[in-house]
């Protein structure tokens, strides 16, 4: 079966960064758009950014362009989400999934055109 484990969560101060990882295993990790989503306590899923197949293709929320990055390496069959300058607003739950169909692009940023989950990383930003 297709797992998705994301890592790399944990208390983080405001100003500060931090990196999250995202392993996959039992997927074509390499035929596949990801995407990174985070949930907010009291809020709905909403978009992060995402990367394409190949990896040259990425997309970003505005909230989080110039400060987040994401990346992949296909080979470690890894998804990864950069994180700098956190603030308090960007606390949640941070969640990696892959695309329902093989070789999208643009890849989508709507949650349910997403088919794996991971279960998430909480990432709590303190002032």
């Known amino acids: 079966q297709v797992q998705l484990v994301e890592s790399g969560g944990g208390v983080v101060q405001a100003g500060d960064s931090l990196s999250l990882s995202c392993a996959a295993s039992?997927?074509?990790?390499?035929?596949?758009?990801m995407g990174w989503f985070r949930q907010a306590p009291g809020k709905e899923r909403e978009f992060v950014a995402a990367i394409s197949w190949t990896g040259r293709r990425t997309y970003y929320a505005d909230s989080v362009q110039g400060r987040f990055t994401i990346s992949r390496d296909n080979a470690k069959k890894t998804l990864y989400l950069q994180m700098n300058s956190l603030t308090p607003e960007a606390t949640a739950v941070y969640y990696c999934a892959s695309d329902f169909r093989a070789f999208r692009v643009p890849v989508p940023q709507e949650p349910h055109e997403y088919r794996n989950w991971g279960p998430g990383a909480p990432v709590p930003v303190s002032s």
């Open positions: 039992g997927l074509a990790f390499e035929m596949y758009g």
